[in-house]
């Protein structure tokens, strides 16, 4: 079976936009990787449900903002297999671009964050891709390290439940829980405050909606937090170390990924240029770390798990390259398969 997934990259040195890559199951072997769209610094993607709609960060010279994509059939067009025609852009004059996009189909709705000013957006969208702004929320406060001067807001998207959103603000150490609207609207609920100078960057949800397990980017950790769906409130509840003790130089935590089972999660260090392997407790309230495994390039700033899991996919921004592991399903263990693929400035990888 072949697999297809979409890179979002920057676009400062070698990249020119979103590339397409194909994972064959068969042969265990990715394709090349082919450009499917001009964009300045997609750093971000989201598809919608039926897979026909790109959302993605978009960076013009004016400003930043989000676009969409409409899928066109198999064509020859230089090349490529497929490609994007953009259907839609809303830039805001002088801003910097978003660093997160989420896509909401029961409201359709799309999300964004942005990490240098400090606010989360939303937009609503139809079945063409044309975008309108909605909401905006604006964070403020600090923390305590040199990178948490001002608000950054990191990421936005649904608690499973779809009752609310969730927001983590890489400068204020604060999980804002918002509860939204069927028009787009944003009500805060409650927030989360973190140990001073974790750095909240993205999190996951266990399958049981109990737990969530969140990064801190600044602490490299995962912290377990007990998820309260009736109030959208977390719990500090575990915070379990991503690099090996005794590691003093650079790192920084990036992604975070759990299986379907809830039996494993994955993260990426930045710096330690590492995936972290951790089996969850059947209740899903502990992690232990089971597995370090270098990820064999520099920069890993995203990754993400194949439809079948038996894949783990790592981008690496500052060696233009991916790598390919396969995934046992029993023990969670990951071991190499391809590495030195080339990508672009990867910093996203998405199915």
């Known amino acids: 079976m072949k697999e297809t997934m979409y890179l979002g990259t920057y676009t400062r040195g070698n990249s020119e936009g979103?590339?397409?890559?194909?994972?064959?199951?068969?042969?265990?072997?990715?394709?090349e990787a082919k450009l499917?769209?001009?964009?300045?610094?997609?750093?971000?993607?989201?598809?919608?449900?039926?897979?026909?709609?790109?959302?993605?960060?978009?960076?013009?010279?004016?400003?930043?903002?989000?676009?969409?994509?409409?899928?066109?059939?198999?064509?020859?067009?230089?090349?490529?297999?497929?490609?994007?025609?953009?259907?839609?852009?809303?830039?805001?004059?002088?801003?910097?671009?978003?660093?997160?996009?989420?896509?909401?189909?029961?409201?359709?709705l799309v999300y964004t964050t942005s990490?240098?000013?400090?606010?989360?957006?939303?937009?609503?969208?139809?079945?063409?891709?044309?975008?309108?702004?909605?909401d905006v929320k604006q964070h403020v406060g600090s923390s305590v390290h040199e990178n948490q001067t001002k608000p950054h807001a990191h990421y936005l998207d649904l608690?499973?439940?779809?009752?609310?959103?969730?927001?983590?603000?890489?400068?204020?150490?604060?999980?804002?829980?918002y509860k939204v609207s069927e028009d787009g609207k944003l009500d805060l609920a409650v927030t989360y405050k973190a140990s001073p100078g974790t750095g909240p960057r993205h999190l996951v949800f266990h399958p049981n909606g109990k737990f969530a397990y969140l990064v801190g980017e600044l602490s490299s950790e995962i912290?377990?937090?007990?998820?309260?769906?009736?109030?959208?409130?977390f719990e500090t509840v575990q915070a379990v170390s991503s690099i090996p003790e005794g590691h003093t130089a650079f790192n920084s935590g990036s992604a975070v990924r759990i299986t379907e089972d809830g039996k494993f999660l994955y993260s990426s260090n930045r710096g330690h240029n590492?995936?972290?392997?951790?089996?969850?407790?059947?209740?899903?309230?502990?992690?232990?770390?089971?597995?370090?495994?270098?990820?064999?390039?520099?920069?890993p700033r995203d990754f993400a798990l194949d439809p079948t899991e038996q894949f783990i996919?790592?981008?690496?921004?500052?060696?233009?390259?991916?790598?390919?592991?396969?995934?046992?399903?029993?023990?969670?263990?990951?071991?190499l398969l391809q590495k030195d693929v080339y990508a672009p400035e990867c910093v996203c990888v998405t199915f």
């Open 18 to 31: 979103i590339y397409e890559i194909v994972l064959d199951t068969k042969t265990k072997r990715l394709e």
């Open 36 to 108: 499917v769209a001009k964009i300045g610094n997609p750093t971000y993607l989201a598809l919608s449900n039926g897979k026909d709609i790109l959302y993605a960060v978009s960076k013009t010279e004016s400003g930043g903002g989000l676009a969409a994509f409409k899928k066109k059939p198999a064509t020859t067009y230089k090349n490529t297999t497929t490609f994007f025609e953009k259907t839609s852009e809303l830039i805001v004059e002088n801003a910097a671009p978003p660093c997160y996009v989420a896509y909401d189909a029961d409201r359709s």
């Open 115 to 134: 990490y240098h000013d400090g606010f989360v957006s939303v937009y609503k969208t139809d079945s063409k891709g044309n975008l309108t702004l909605t």
């Open 159 to 177: 608690t499973p439940d779809r009752h609310y959103v969730v927001a983590c603000d890489l400068g204020t150490d604060t999980i804002y829980t």
């Open 223 to 233: 912290i377990v937090l007990a998820y309260n769906a009736a109030e959208g409130s």
């Open 274 to 299: 590492s995936i972290a392997v951790y089996a969850i407790n059947e209740s899903g309230n502990s992690l232990e770390r089971i597995q370090l495994i270098a990820s064999e390039g520099n920069t």
């Open 313 to 335: 996919i790592v981008g690496h921004q500052d060696s233009d390259k991916l790598t390919l592991f396969e995934r046992d399903a029993e023990t969670g263990l990951l071991s």
